[in-house]
């Protein structure tokens, strides 16, 4: 009996089992997304005359080439998180009721939109900043899609809110523009103006994401569940303790949904992903504008993404699901 | 509108696990194909189950009492992860309301187990499709068996009839009568899934007494007065004999 008894601990962390091909595909296409938005805002504001883009060509059509392969990788990641990836040509096909339907559309268009728009830049076709502007609906477009397969699970209390979406968009916007100054830096250093309007960009997104991821967790350090014990099964006692499960060793439903990672392990992420998402990589990019060093900024993405990882884990081992009420005790 | 279902009565339920097994024995020997199974005698055994009975104790030592509580996919009216599935695979049949998975469809996303707030569908770690209680759908339409028998396997195993299954859209079933005279409640209201499974709650025990335990079948009584009387023409004993 004793052997075969798990540690109870091993159930007593909340949801959710944060899969990397899930985290690494929110990442990654959040880069390539605000990379693009980055890359437009910039021909927009060179066609207007406030800034200047040297080697524009070159500049637009290889950061479209960038944001491209960030994409592609989120995509790839994406194919490890499904059981049967031959198959996942089918999921395209329920639209008009599912948001990871909506994404899977959305995704490839969005690519489309870049690879013709930085195509179009490459090849020196015109009509650039339409086709960009295509991009930029479909770009945001992605943002909800991806953002609105977790916001729209009601009972998933802690991310059914519209900070969820504003988040994923911040977030990834402020990492797509850091990559973007990065880029610009090392790209085009004999223009430092691009550089500081990319860095100071970056810095506003870095800092309006911290105040929304902010008031996400507050929002759900307060949060009172609406399931109990007493609604799962359906009796008005105060006091009601699970004494089995139904079962001694592990089911898909206690590896998905339980993490079971202490919670100063939780705490340590918590407080990681909010010093390498924001202030670490403000203070690399401020320093990497005034000292002109490409090397800095490069560093300030790179902590930045890291940081957007634990950020995510976060985000899903955060999420508490009802499941767990019917998983409290082995036996 | 049909709406299958099962009504779980937990006045009754002993606990003994025979829907969880027998639920196990009929959908792992399907044409679906098996439910697998890591170390099933070996440490740490783990496996795809469609039903399982938990314990619940409810109330402080001594004024327990202890609850077991069968839980399985819940055929809900409004169900969670049928939307979400992005490829069609999950579907909730219209003719009888069964929540299915169309394994051949499902790409093993687990996004329907993420919007079940129930936890009834478990992915199979070697097929890698989602799977959940089918009520018995290969069993219940089956015309090469019985009529008593086309019934989900784990309302036929159940030793004290805990469980019940029927239509309950049709108000002279035997669910609804159960859901309307018992007291019958749904999991979690607070979501909105409007569950076609019902649970009975514990309730004082009332002797419930069917008419062939009145008359008893057997009665020789009623035997003999079966048997053929002579008529009054016929001669009796005492015409026939004389001592």
Known sequence: ?331 | MTQLALVIDLNVCVGCHACVTSCKEWNTSGEAGFLSDDNPYDRDPTGTFFNRVQTFEVGEFPDTQTVHFPKSCLHCEDPPCVPVCPTGASYKRAEDGIVLVDYDKCIGCKYCAWACPYGVREIDEHQKVMKKCTLCVDRIYDQNLPEAQRKPACVLACPTSARLYGDIHDSESVVSQAIRDSGGYALMPEWGTHPANHYLPRRKNEIRIHKDELERAANPLKIDGLLPKPGVKEPALDDVTSW
Not at chain 1, 50 to 69: K, T, Y
Not at chain 1, 318 to 331: D, G, V
């Open chain 1, 1 to 331: 009996m004793l052997l075969l008894t798990p540690h109870p601990s091993r159930f007593t962390a909340k949801l959710m089992n944060p899969a990397f091909s899930v985290i690494f595909l929110t990442t990654l296409i959040g880069v390539g997304q605000g990379l693009f938005l980055a890359l437009y805002a910039a021909e927009l504001g060179a066609a207007f005359g406030w800034i200047a883009v040297p080697h524009a060509q070159r500049f637009f059509a290889a950061g479209s080439a960038l944001s491209l392969a960030f994409l592609a990788a989120g995509l790839l990641a994406s194919f490890f998180h499904l059981g049967h990836p031959e198959r996942a040509w089918r999921s395209a096909a329920m639209w008009r009721t599912s948001w990871l339907s909506r994404e899977v559309i959305a995704l490839p268009l969005f690519m489309a939109a870049v690879a013709a728009y930085g195509g179009a830049h490459y090849l020196g076709f015109g009509a650039t900043l339409l086709l960009g502007s295509a991009g930029v609906l479909l770009c945001l477009a992605l943002f909800i899609c991806t953002a609105m397969i977790y916001a729209c699970l009601k009972f998933l209390q802690e991310w059914a809110t519209p900070l969820t979406v504003i988040n994923y968009v911040l977030l990834g916007s402020a990492s797509g523009f850091s990559f973007a100054a990065a880029f610009a830096a090392s790209a085009a250093s004999a223009d430092h103006g691009l550089v500081r309007v990319l860095v100071y960009a970056a810095g506003m997104l870095t800092v309006s994401a911290l105040c929304t991821r902010v008031a996400s967790l507050r929002r759900n350090s307060r949060l009172k569940a609406k399931s109990s014990l007493q609604t799962a099964i359906g009796i008005k006692h105060p006091r009601i303790v699970q004494k089995a499960q139904g079962f001694m060793g592990g089911s898909f439903n206690t590896r998905e949904f339980f993490h079971g990672k202490a919670p100063r392990v939780l705490l340590a992420v918590k407080w990681g992903f909010l010093a390498l998402v924001f202030p670490v990589p403000l203070v690399l990019l401020l320093a990497g504008e005034s000292l002109s060093s490409a090397v800095l900024l490069e560093a300030a993405f790179a902590i930045q993404f890291l940081g957007l990882i634990a950020e995510r884990w976060y985000f899903f081992a955060q999420a508490n699901h009802p499941q767990n009420l019917y998983y409290q005790a082995i036996s």
